[in-house]
């Protein structure tokens, strides 16, 4: 029956550990299977669905660019990558952020996904990972692909930028890479709910190792297509204007849509996205807790021996004492 099932959750018991060798999770007691469903599982959920789309986002930035090439060199199969940094975008240059997103990101605390399992039906009804949400994120790539190949080609082709010179092939290539790599990694700040350490810097290696690996390669290897790109590139004020229009335009576009999609119809009745009913949540568990706390407990005992004990009236000038066995 383990084996059969999706997941297999075995306890560990007297009468022995078969079922949790073969199985996908083993606890100690049954008790803990609560948590391991309703925030483990639920959150698990949650960071799969954000990291495959992910996958499909950044490497949309990755390759679109191409094929909008592609249209202004008559499809002669020029890439306009340095094979270098082109092989590094999804192993190094995007490749941490989401790991610690993946490691420390939480949507809500474990008290409070326990004390509520109707959040657990976004898996059930696969309010996260569907068509729909799918094509949202494609067409979102697609969008900042092509919107970031459009102002890079007008802004660096049949013009000069460096003592006359024009930028080149590479150095097209090599800024394009540039805002796909810084694009990817803020896609990762906006999809958080913790804003942990990890993810912060996780974002500021990726660019820096990026800026790093392009100085090595376009000032060091002096037989690479790609020397003297970053003089050409990260020395001319133009190159960051643009940096700030692109990054700045997409960000904001996808900030936009992320917070639409939170507050429109679609969320609300089609992903049922938590966050915009978790404030008004939270507050009523908190009351209920505070209201609890704040509740006078009973003297249950008290009240017992004193229903048992029948009220006599004391009479003036009489002394009445209440004595235990253990005073006699």
Known sequence: MITAAHIGIGIKGIEGQQAARASDYSIGE??????LILYHGRESYRKNSNLIYYNFYKNILLVLPQYCWALNNGFSAVMFYDQLLYQSYNLIFT???IIFYGIFDEEFSGDILTSNPSFYKIGIKHKLFNTKIFLYWVLNGIIQAAFLSYITFQTYE???IYNGMMPGLWTTGAIVLWYSVFNSNIKIILISNTYSIG?????????LIYILLF?????????SDMFNSYSVSFSNLRFYLTSLLVIGATSILDFSLIKLVQ???YARVEIQHDKV???IKKQHIELQDELQLNQPFPNTQFQMNNQSVPQVPIKKGQINLALSSEDN
């Open 277 to 279: 009913y978790m404030p």
């Open 215 to 223: 100085i090595f390669v376009s000032e060091k290897m002096t037989n």
């Open 95 to 97: 490749s941490l952020p």
């Open 199 to 207: 993810v912060i810097m996780g974002l500021f290696a990726s660019v």
């Open 158 to 160: 049949n013009s000069s």
């Open 263 to 265: 507050w429109s119809k």
């Open 30 to 35: 049954f008790r803990i299977l609560k948590r």
